[in-house]
């Protein structure tokens, strides 16, 4: 009896396909579809910095020329200088800004849904999030552009805005865009807290409150640093929304309420005014470069900050 039911379930129990005895066909497959997304991303990375070190290898600008304050890549207007460091600068403190702006509330946001809200709550908030990770980068622009703009333009002379293009404005629209990816991430990694971590602390006379100090933002550090470090990434490669709003004035950044540019906001600015092989070309692959390199060390920040902000 035993031996006829060993053999029916044998019968219905699916089997792996295999080319030969001993060849795992999936396995197989999904190596081979890692090895071609590894390739590509090894062919692209290679491609832009081939073009980014053009600057220097082809056109013989100096490598520390990069690292000049001025902007002057038009040979027709005279002495041509390929300063990068307006663009980083700026790249930097919109970024930064924008992050110190969203952290927090995206933070207190996640915690909300994960921990005090009502599930019907979370069942309303998290669409209303995943709607706004979706919607264009350029809606946002157009906001800040007709609303965000003309106001500081209007009611920003006691803070020294010279116009409502600004840093400033540019960190708060890039603010508003990677709230909800801040949100998101940094709520799955609350979410994935056992609960059982949370029933004991509260067994042993602790709050709510206390729960979520002690035991769950230690636990979910990783998430929480790994959320703001995406988000600044994509505030930083954000081009459109960006160029809207700053102002794109190529000087080194002094004050918030100042016109500033970025590095993507340049780019799309220059592409259309040069052709491939000249070094003002050679200069906008160069900062495509920057943008990587930038990208580069924040994902091996994320894998050091990790390390320590895991639970201990």
């Given at each position: 009896?035993?031996s006829?039911?060993?053999t029916?379930?044998?019968?219905?129990?699916?089997?792996?396909?295999?080319?030969?005895?001993?060849?795992?066909?999936?396995?197989?497959?999904?190596?081979?579809?890692?090895?071609?997304?590894?390739?590509?991303?090894?062919?692209?990375?290679?491609?832009?910095?081939?073009?980014?070190?053009?600057l220097?290898r082809?056109?013989?600008?100096?490598?520390?020329?990069?690292?000049?304050?001025?902007?002057?890549?038009?040979?027709?207007?005279?002495?041509?200088?390929?300063?990068?460091?307006?663009?980083?600068?700026?790249?930097?403190?919109?970024?930064?800004?924008?992050?110190?702006?969203?952290?927090?509330?995206?933070?207190?946001?996640?915690?909300?849904?994960?921990?005090?809200?009502?599930?019907?709550?979370?069942?309303?908030?998290?669409?209303?999030?995943?709607?706004?990770?979706?919607?264009?980068?350029?809606?946002?622009?157009?906001?800040?552009?007709?609303?965000?703009?003309?106001?500081?333009?209007?009611?920003?002379?006691?803070?020294?805005?010279?116009?409502?293009?600004?840093?400033?404005a540019?960190?708060?629209?890039?603010?508003?865009?990677?709230?909800?990816?801040?949100?998101?991430?940094?709520?799955?990694?609350?979410?994935?807290?056992?609960?059982?971590?949370?029933?004991?602390?509260?067994?042993?006379?602790?709050?709510?409150?206390?729960?979520?100090?002690?035991?769950?933002?230690?636990?979910?550090?990783?998430?929480?640093?790994?959320?703001?470090?995406?988000?600044?990434?994509?505030?930083?490669?954000?081009?459109?929304?960006?160029?809207?709003?700053?102002?794109?004035?190529?000087?080194?950044?002094?004050?918030?309420?100042?016109?500033?540019?970025?590095?993507?906001?340049?780019?799309?600015?220059?592409?259309?005014?040069?052709?491939?092989?000249?070094?003002?070309?050679?200069?906008?692959?160069?900062?495509?470069?920057?943008?990587?390199?930038?990208?580069?060390?924040?994902v091996?920040?994320v894998?050091?900050?990790?390390?320590?902000?895991?639970?201990?």
């Amino acid at each position: 009896m035993e031996s006829d039911i060993a053999t029916e379930m044998a019968a219905v129990r699916p089997e792996r396909v295999v080319l030969a005895p001993g060849i795992d066909v999936a396995r197989r497959v999904t190596g081979a579809a890692a090895t071609v997304v590894v390739l590509l991303v090894g062919l692209l990375l290679a491609f832009i910095a081939w073009n980014g070190i053009a600057l220097f290898r082809h056109s013989g600008v100096p490598i520390l020329e990069v690292f000049a304050p001025v902007w002057q890549p038009d040979p027709t207007s005279g002495e041509t200088t390929y300063g990068l460091l307006p663009f980083i600068l700026g790249t930097l403190g919109v970024v930064s800004v924008a992050a110190a702006l969203a952290a927090p509330l995206s933070l207190g946001l996640a915690l909300f849904m994960a921990e005090v809200a009502p599930p019907w709550a979370r069942r309303v908030m998290q669409p209303a999030m995943e709607v706004f990770v979706g919607i264009p980068s350029v809606v946002y622009g157009w906001l800040g552009l007709t609303v965000l703009v003309p106001f500081l333009a209007a009611n920003g002379k006691w803070a020294g805005f010279t116009s409502g293009f600004s840093w400033f404005a540019g960190s708060l629209v890039l603010a508003l865009m990677i709230l909800p990816t801040v949100s998101s991430v940094a709520y799955d990694s609350f979410r994935a807290v056992p609960p059982d971590l949370r029933t004991a602390s509260l067994a042993l006379g602790t709050t709510r409150w206390q729960t979520i100090r002690h035991l769950l933002l230690p636990a979910s550090g990783a998430g929480i640093v790994t959320a703001i470090v995406l988000g600044m990434m994509r505030a930083a490669g954000e081009a459109l929304a960006v160029q809207m709003v700053i102002g794109n004035r190529p000087l080194i950044p002094r004050s918030l309420f100042q016109p500033v540019t970025t590095l993507t906001a340049q780019i799309t600015l220059d592409m259309g005014n040069t052709v491939a092989g000249e070094t003002w070309n050679e200069a906008l692959w160069t900062m495509g470069l920057v943008l990587v390199t930038m990208s580069f060390a924040a994902v091996v920040l994320v894998r050091l900050l990790t390390r320590r902000a895991g639970p201990r």
